[in-house]
């Protein structure tokens, strides 16, 4: 079993930034890609970031390239999404998610965190 908890989420004015983070515990945690999620209200969860095990490959959804890293702290079990110039369509609960697949795909991983709230003003 994989257990994830997320953190850092809050409202900030667009333009600004945030970092979220997303500390993983259990046997397996170290080994597995780890993945950024957001739902919209009213919309699809939709991917965002991902980073494989090692910390050396990662994606990003084309709407958050160039504004969004995500990493690995091995020794501290977590993983950070770093989101600068945040703008209102950010807005939205995000997820951080644990797979065996370094994947945009959704339905490939496993383990989910409880969610953080992210809201952008305008």
């Known amino acids: 079993q994989v257990q994830l908890v997320e953190s850092g989420g809050g409202v900030v004015q667009a333009g600004l930034s945030l970092r979220l983070s997303c500390t993983g515990s259990g046997r397996t945690f170290s080994n597995r890609a780890t993945g950024w999620f957001r739902q919209a209200p009213g919309k699809e969860r939709e991917f965002v970031a991902t980073i494989d095990w090692s910390g050396s490959r990662t994606y990003y959804a084309d709407s958050v390239k160039g504004r969004f890293t995500i990493s690995r702290d091995k020794a501290k079990n977590t993983v950070y999404l770093q989101m600068n110039s945040l703008k209102p369509e950010d807005t939205a609960v995000y997820y951080c998610?644990?797979?065996?697949?370094?994947?945009?795909?959704?339905?490939?991983?496993?383990?989910w965190g409880q969610g953080t709230q992210v809201t952008v003003s305008s």
């Open positions: 998610a644990a797979g065996w697949a370094t994947t945009v795909m959704i339905n490939q991983y496993d383990f």
